[in-house]
């Protein structure tokens, strides 16, 4: 099951306000918000150190993270605008704006596990359907084939360099490429999670998964840190399940649920296989 | 004639720098022409005569606890700067940490007869009754806190517990003794598990409470001076922590000002020459004078205060 373990964070929430920037903010106006946010919330658990509960300050950690993730990504921003646009035209009741909402690209991925779900109900609905033993990966073989997915000719590729140093545009480019790989792996994707599932039983996220799956979207350390705005360093320390890199189980978490939203993971299920690990870490 | 200012420093986590901060305020006072006692009152843990430079101070506390010596005023050592007298405690015996409230009690109006401008009371580390009363008298309460989550947390352990004991204390004046005594049980049949949720209920209560309540924070402003600063950062932290002491705890804690961290703090130590006589230029102490300024100026506002537990059965 699902686990939401998600702040009250909704499409409906002003993610300009939660930053503290205005509409028309450029790129750099907003990782710098971003960061300084992020710094404050820092200094603010310290400052509450004893009186303020864990779960407050990891809810505004990931609400500044959602944020900015929302807001870094063009493609994302553009639609959010939108969105927004919409709502406040429809609120002052004009009637000419008949436009369907932009759908964000979140919402039109199932996480993998429900479209399994679907297809097996498919299947079995389905009188046509091939015989109940042979298993799920080739049901889904036989549907995507069926489906010719294009693949780019060619992935863009960005070099190794130092978050500071990327221009705009490069940045831009990397939140562009990373969507194209999330959508183009997902084949591969479903093979890996089925080889998993064979292996083990049941499909359990712990750093070791991750890594792979990154692996498989072809994301390196250097674009998925200039996405989330997390260091490579605590990003390879999830990988790596090296706690002692974090200063506490709260910001541990909170860039798993980064890392896991980047790379359109199901956040509350990875937050819950995690859990027994967080549990008996070692914390610096 | 009565003291004109009594200021306590306390803050819970002990090395904060208590001592370093009484002993120079009380030498910067003195320089700007007050008449100052400072009073050890670490029991069983007494510095304050090492950060001053007084060498083997003949006789303090213990002695008037027991008796030897009669009158305060004998108690009183004189220190190289003028017009500062200290109370020491580098003589007192095993039994002093354990004060008995007679014994408390007689120091505390022996104290409030001594002729001076200012008293400043140097605390020790913790939140034993004997630490947290000797705060509650002061008129001017001030924490040492440095910006490390030990110290964050002792500081905010220290402010909920004397608040609490102040509660406790003077309930009975106002009818509200088996009240108190249920609401500062950890679980209280009203349900109240913080000091924000505490006050809300006694101000909505009504009568006697009401009146109770308020003029009980009137008398409870903790400040806080933050000690060990090493950047930018730290400083906002002072000022995060009004804020959460607001947010968390409903009170009001006034950040007097901040003290960068200096090397120059424990080489004086170990000089044994106090930094306001040696280096009265050097950063740490232009801190800790804009500081003193401000306490006194804020105590000139702030009337004597006719503490209520001096009343109370303390």
Not at chain 1, 127 to 150: A, G, R, Y
Not at chain 1, 233 to 259: M, P
Request: proline share 4%.
């Amino acid at each position: 099951m699902i686990a939401h373990n998600v702040a009250n964070v909704s499409e409906d929430s002003d993610y300009y306000q939660i930053l503290g920037i205005p509409e028309n903010a450029s790129m750099d106006d907003i990782r710098e918000a971003y960061e300084k946010q992020l710094e404050s919330a820092h200094e603010e658990s310290l400052a509450a150190y004893s009186l303020c509960p864990e779960e407050e300050t990891e809810e505004r950690l990931l609400e500044l993270s959602l944020a900015y993730m929302k807001l870094a990504d063009p493609d994302a921003r553009l639609a959010y605008d939108q969105n927004r646009r919409i709502y406040a035209e429809s609120l002052v009741g004009n009637p000419q704006i008949q436009e369907e909402p932009v759908v964000s690209v979140e919402k039109e991925k199932d996480s993998w596990k429900s479209r399994i779900r679907k297809v097996i109900y498919l299947r079995s609905s389905n009188p046509d359907s091939e015989k109940t033993d042979q298993p799920v990966h080739t049901i889904l073989d036989n549907k995507f084939s069926k489906k010719e997915i294009k693949l780019p000719e060619s992935l863009p590729d960005n070099s190794p360099r130092e978050l500071d140093s990327k221009t705009l545009r490069d940045r831009q480019n990397v939140f562009r490429n990373l969507n194209q790989k999330n959508t183009s792996s997902q084949e591969r994707l479903d093979t890996f999670y089925t080889t998993l599932d064979s292996q083990n039983g049941k499909t359990s996220y712990n750093g070791l998964v991750l890594k792979q799956i990154r692996e498989i979207k072809s994301i390196s350390l250097e674009e998925l840190a200039t996405v989330t705005c997390v260091r490579q360093i605590y990003l390879s320390g999830i990988e790596n399940e090296d706690f002692s890199r974090f200063t506490s189980a709260v910001y541990f978490k909170g860039y798993l649920q980064c890392y896991a939203k980047a790379l359109e993971l199901p956040v509350g299920e990875v937050l819950n296989d995690f859990k027994p690990l967080i549990e008996n870490a070692q914390w610096s | 004639m009565r003291p004109k200012q009594i200021l306590a420093i306390g803050g819970g986590k002990g090395g904060v720098g208590k001592s370093f901060i009484s002993g120079n305020l009380g030498i910067l006072l003195a320089q700007s022409g007050y008449k100052v006692v400072l009073a050890d009152l670490d029991l069983g843990g007494a510095n304050l005569h090492t950060w001053l430079g007084v060498n083997s101070p003949d006789r303090g506390l213990s002695e008037f606890v027991g008796r030897e010596i009669d009158k305060i005023e004998q108690l009183l050592i004189p220190t190289q700067v003028k017009g500062l007298s200290l109370i020491s405690g580098a003589r007192d015996g095993v039994e002093i940490a354990n004060l008995k409230h007679t014994q408390k009690r007689r120091f505390l109006n022996a104290m409030k007869r001594l002729n001076a401008d200012y008293i400043v009371l140097d605390l020790g580390a913790g939140t034993a009754y004997n630490t947290i009363d000797f705060f509650l008298l002061a008129d001017t309460q001030l924490l040492v806190v440095i910006p490390e989550p030990t110290s964050i947390e002792n500081a905010y352990r220290f402010i909920k517990n004397s608040f609490y004991r102040q509660l406790r204390h003077n309930s009975a004046n106002f009818g509200l003794k088996p009240t108190m005594d249920q609401l500062l049980k950890v679980d209280n049949v009203y349900g109240v598990h913080t000091p924000k949720e505490l006050i809300a209920f006694l101000k909505q209560s009504g009568g006697s409470a009401t009146v109770f309540i308020e003029e009980q924070l009137q008398t409870f402003q903790p400040k806080m001076i933050l000690n060990q600063v090493r950047s930018e950062s730290d400083i906002r932290i002072g000022t995060a922590m009004e804020a959460a002491c607001m947010k968390y705890f409903g009170l009001t804690l006034k950040l007097m000002g901040c003290i960068d961290r200096d090397e120059e703090v424990w080489q004086s130590v170990l000089r044994r020459k106090p930094l306001s006589v040696e280096k009265p230029d050097g950063v740490p102490v232009q801190h800790l004078k804009k500081i003193c300024k401000e306490i006194v100026s804020e105590g000139s506002k702030w009337p004597e205060k006719t503490s209520l537990l001096s009343k109370s059965s303390l």
